[in-house]
């Protein structure tokens, strides 16, 4: 058993001596950069891991390998070997389910119910999806009339784009990595990874998977490390990676696109959001409480998908916001190793203190409280992690920071509303455009509202419903560009013209 299969213990506290160390993974081992950082869980502020980060040594030896991979078997390798290679690899992902599950709540505090129900199951899903795409994918065709009466015909042949930096943060950290990672190589790309800092063990689980299911060494290659000034700097900036596919926060979008800039690289971001849902009278109301929990708790709200901003038509308001607090007061906060959590800690300190920010302003702007606002207590090592209360915020001008900026906890602001043009002019009203949803049973209103909302995609009656072969992506500061289905075979490829007169 190598030091990369050792499981992450679970809260308590792991004993330091135990601490096991993740490493880079460049083409085909395991190494060491120069460095190690700390990987916390979340639920108690112990130290969980030591993670190696890569030194610009490191990531040029990544993308040596993932260059030198393109023009191996792997470069040779056809559609069908593609695919089998992605089905091995979900595969390899069932067969670890736990240890990606323990993994993956260790270091980001999510309950073990969630991650085997959301983020484990999806890994397995993006590979499934975009091995059975990239088979029945076709190819764009025209016949042409030429000047002199004659036929040409053209067609479209997908070729892969080269190494494909590849960088993600915490949130949902194995699901929007493979999320990318899958396509990526199903159009016969090599990639090289960069996961968050502050979740790099799922990634590590990838990597094993990844070498046990006998992908070539140089195709997938892991690089450890922080943003600025360190791995995800180097990784965007290297003159050899062909195109970078990020989600994060937009400011580092941004900064991204300006390491970019020299290459004229491609790239695809999925950014932040902050996100409104629109709540008829009409609503069915039982179903529509159930599921705008989950939008405004579900992760502790770190879901960039989030309703941050509900808007209630007026006449079912005082209910709605009663309804909603009901839920938030029952949620049951505590251990993510115990099945019953259905709400974990916040990702870091750091990003609590952001949250905790955001209270504050909110009191100082005026908003009434509905509930939370603060920190729960338990009475044990709990009250070292990163724990907030499910806050419900209300009375709040739309100029309100907590209205306009996104804060990323388990908040919500809800303001009513008297008209559906007042709905959708507050709903629209933003920099984001990432996701909405409207909650009504008259189909035409339904039809009519999606429509006009300015964001990437508009859920009705239901919130997080996904189909991988939809486009997603968003609009305005949400990010550039749409993934799933043929829009991520699209990113992920070349397509080369060839025009035959016949
Ligand atoms: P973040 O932008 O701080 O970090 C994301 C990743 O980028 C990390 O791996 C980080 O190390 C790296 N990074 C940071 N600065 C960099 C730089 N200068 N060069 C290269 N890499 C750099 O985001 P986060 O805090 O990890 O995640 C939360 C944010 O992500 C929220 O804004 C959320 O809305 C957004 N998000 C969006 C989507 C989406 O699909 N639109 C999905 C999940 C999260
Ligand atoms: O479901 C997805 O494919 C996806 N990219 C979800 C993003 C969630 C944001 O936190």
Request: with cysteine; net charge negative.
């Amino acid at each position: 058993m190598s030091v990369q299969d050792r499981a992450i213990p679970a809260s308590p506290a792991a004993n330091s001596t135990l601490v096991p160390e993740l490493r880079n993974f460049v083409d085909g081992e395991f190494v060491a950069g120069d460095h190690f950082f700390d990987d916390v869980n979340p639920a108690d502020g112990t130290v969980i891991a030591r993670v190696s980060e890569a030194g610009a040594n490191v990531v040029d030896a990544a993308v040596a390998a993932a260059r030198r991979a393109l023009r191996g078997e792997w470069g040779k390798a056809g559609v069908w070997q593609r695919a089998a290679l992605l089905y091995k690899i979900a595969e390899g992902i069932e067969a670890r389910f736990n240890d990606f599950v323990q993994a993956e709540s260790a270091d980001t505090g999510k309950p073990v119910a969630l991650a085997s129900r959301l983020d484990v199951p999806r890994a397995a899903a993006n590979f499934r999806v975009f091995a059975d795409l990239i088979k029945t994918a076709g190819l764009e065709a025209f016949e042409t009339e030429t000047p002199d009466g004659k036929q040409a015909l053209n067609y479209a042949v997908r070729k892969p784009i080269g190494v494909v930096g590849i960088i993600t943060p915490w949130n949902l950290p194995l699901l929007l990595l493979t999320w990318k990672v899958a396509p990526a190589l199903a159009c016969g790309n090599t990639v090289v990874v960069k996961p968050s800092e502050e979740t790099p063990a799922s990634a590590t689980l990838l990597a094993e998977v990844m070498r046990d299911a006998g992908v070539p060494s140089g195709v997938f290659n892991l690089v450890h490390g922080f943003g600025e000034g360190s791995t995800g700097e180097y990784l965007v900036s290297h003159p050899d990676v062909n195109a970078i596919t990020f989600t994060g926060e937009s400011r580092t979008g941004a900064a991204i696109m300006k390491a970019c800039a020299p290459g004229v690289k491609p790239v695809s971001f999925e950014l932040g959001g902050k996100n409104a849902a629109i709540i008829f009278a009409d609503c069915e109301r039982d179903e529509t409480i159930q599921q705008m929990s989950d939008a405004v708790f579900l992760n502790t709200g770190q879901v960039c998908l989030c309703a941050e901003r509900v808007y209630v038509e007026r006449s079912i308001f005082d209910w709605f916001v009663s309804a909603m607090k009901h839920k938030a007061e029952s949620l049951q906060i505590g251990w993510p190793q115990d099945r019953s959590t259905n709400m974990g800690p916040l990702i870091s300190r750091t990003h609590r203190e952001k949250v905790l920010s955001y209270f504050r302003k909110a009191r100082q702007e005026g908003a009434t409280i509905v509930t939370g606002g603060g920190v729960p207590e338990f009475g044990d090592e709990r009250d070292n992690g990163f724990y907030v209360q499910p806050t419900i915020l209300t009375g709040l001008p739309e100029s309100a920071c907590c209205v306009t900026e996104e804060i990323f906890g388990p908040v919500c602001h809800i303001a009513p509303f008297d008209s559906e043009d007042e709905a959708l002019a507050m709903a629209n009203d933003t920099e984001y455009g990432l996701a909405a949803s409207i909650w009504t049973s008259d189909l035409k209103r339904a039809h009519r509202v999606a429509r006009q909302m300015n964001v990437g995609i508009t859920w009705v009656n239901c919130w997080f419903l996904r189909d991988l072969r939809t486009p997603f992506g968003g609009v305005g500061l949400s990010g550039i560009g749409r993934e799933g289905g043929v829009h991520s075979l699209n990113f992920y490829s070349e397509l080369n013209n060839i025009c035959i007169r016949l």
